[in-house]
């Protein structure tokens, strides 16, 4: 599986981007996707998960302002960033759990910078 994140940026506080995850590979057995994120003082957290089925999952730091969505036929994943602030600034991770054994796999990475 190859994840390939993309559309970070900066943005002043209040505006919106939208990161996209491009997925290859073995996609059939991918058991979830989601977005994850780390800034140099905190450990990578997590921000919000959409399953196979279509259930969605959001951290409570981004519930009401970030939207966790996925177009099948294009093999991406997206998240609807709105309302950004500037602790929302991080590196963000794509991620998929793939297998019976849920193993991890990671995109590159995409720097979110949100100004005040």
């Known amino acids: 599986v190859q994840l390939q994140a993309s559309g970070g940026g900066l943005v002043q506080a209040g505006g919106s981007l939208r990161l996209s995850c491009s997925v290859s590979?073995?996609?059939?057995?991918?058991?979830?996707m989601g977005w994850y994120r780390q800034t140099p003082e905190k450990q990578r957290e997590w921000v919000a998960t959409?399953?196979?089925?279509?259930?969605?999952g959001h951290a409570e730091s981004v519930k009401g302002r970030f939207t966790i969505s996925r177009d099948n036929p294009k093999n991406t994943v997206y998240l609807q960033m709105n309302s950004l602030k500037s602790e929302d600034t991080a590196v963000y991770y794509c991620?998929?759990?793939?297998?019976?054994?849920?193993?991890?796999?990671w995109g590159q990475g995409t720097q979110v910078t949100v100004s005040s």
């Open positions: 991620n998929a759990k793939y297998g019976s054994g849920w193993r991890d796999y």
């Open positions: 959409i399953t196979r089925s279509g259930t969605t």
């Open positions: 590979g073995s996609i059939s057995s991918i058991n979830t």
